[in-house]
């Protein structure tokens, strides 16, 4: 996947505010949506939602994941 749509702002969107609640145990609504924000920004397309609390979890992985393929894309980004 490339990160072309990815803007510097973008990047240290993620970095400042999103990856501080990378890990958190708590995954309330707006924390989905940090997530969703997030996924959104690496796929350059708009992810929905998780329907229900049952896949939160999934999609807390599925945006750690993601960290984990493109880390060193998006602070690349962020530091240019």
Known sequence: MSMEH?????AQWI????LPEKDHS????ERILLH??????IRGKQVD???CKCEYVTFQKI?????????TQI????NN
């Open 6 to 10: 990815l803007t510097k702002s973008d």
């Open 75 to 78: 602070r690349e980004i962020a």
């Open 63 to 71: 945006s750690n994941s993601l960290w984990a393929q493109f880390e």
């Open 26 to 29: 708590y995954l309330s609504p």
């Open 49 to 51: 939602n998780p329907s």
């Open 36 to 41: 969703s924000k997030m996924q959104s920004k």
């Open 15 to 18: 970095i400042d505010v999103w």
